[in-house]
């Protein structure tokens, strides 16, 4: 039988493979009907189509990965979630010197991880890790757009421009796109910092074998 925390575990990497799938569709379907606009073909969407573009989103996504490794646990970020952490929860070390350099430490931020998934702490951590990546992904695929809509403009006269003011405005739309996406996947990175070093601190704290690391301020 299941415990609670193994079953919880389990309805999160279920949860966390839905959104990972539909994120690999998504962004294979844009990138499949953004050829296909500039080929001048008109996608058919049956079920080749959405294998096919299942297939590149796993091809893209392990691409974009790569190229922006880092981003991936960055060390700064994960320094700034601790200290915000810290100042929000107003929490006091007992073992301060030894705590402040495992708060710098990248390795110890995987441990807190392992930590957070060992005791059922996950919550709401993967979908925002998925949203994360979504938008990782993204990004770049918006600005293919973008960069496709002002090619089709420059081919097109004033007049014919004016006419077609839809294109004016999803040019805006993808710009502003392009400009929100890094600040929103910012947000969204130190929200699971901070989680993951806030469900760490819980899960040690349910842990009298290991001592208490830390304390709740009662001033």
């Known amino acids: 039988m299941f415990d609670n925390k193994q079953i919880m575990n389990m309805n999160t990497i279920t949860g966390f493979t839905f959104y990972d799938s539909l994120n690999k569709l998504t962004v294979g379907t844009l990138l499949l009907l953004l050829l296909g606009g500039m080929i001048g073909e008109k996608a058919e969407t049956n079920i080749l189509f959405f294998v096919t573009a299942f297939i590149i989103g796993i091809f893209y996504q392990t691409i974009i990965k790569d190229r922006t490794r880092f981003l991936t646990n960055n060390f700064h970020m994960i320094k700034k979630a601790h200290e915000n952490v ?3 929860n107003k929490y006091i070390y007992i073992y301060k010197d030894d705590y402040q350099k495992a708060s710098y430490d990248t390795d110890d931020y995987l441990k807190a991880y392992y930590n957070v998934v060992k005791n059922g702490f996950l919550m709401n951590i993967p979908t925002l890790e998925a949203h994360e990546n979504f938008l990782r992904n993204i990004w770049l695929i918006c600005l293919l757009y973008l960069i496709t809509v002002l090619a089709d403009c420059c081919q097109s006269s004033i007049s014919e421009i004016i006419c077609q003011y839809s294109k004016c405005a999803i040019a805006m739309f993808l710009l502003l796109l392009i400009f929100f996406i890094p600040f ?36």
């Open 86 to 88: 810290i100042l929000k």
């Open 184 to 219: 929103v996947w910012y947000k969204i990175q130190m929200k699971i910092y901070e989680l993951v070093w806030e469900g760490d601190y819980y899960a040690e704290r349910l842990e009298p074998k290991n001592g208490i690391r830390v304390h709740p301020c009662r001033c």
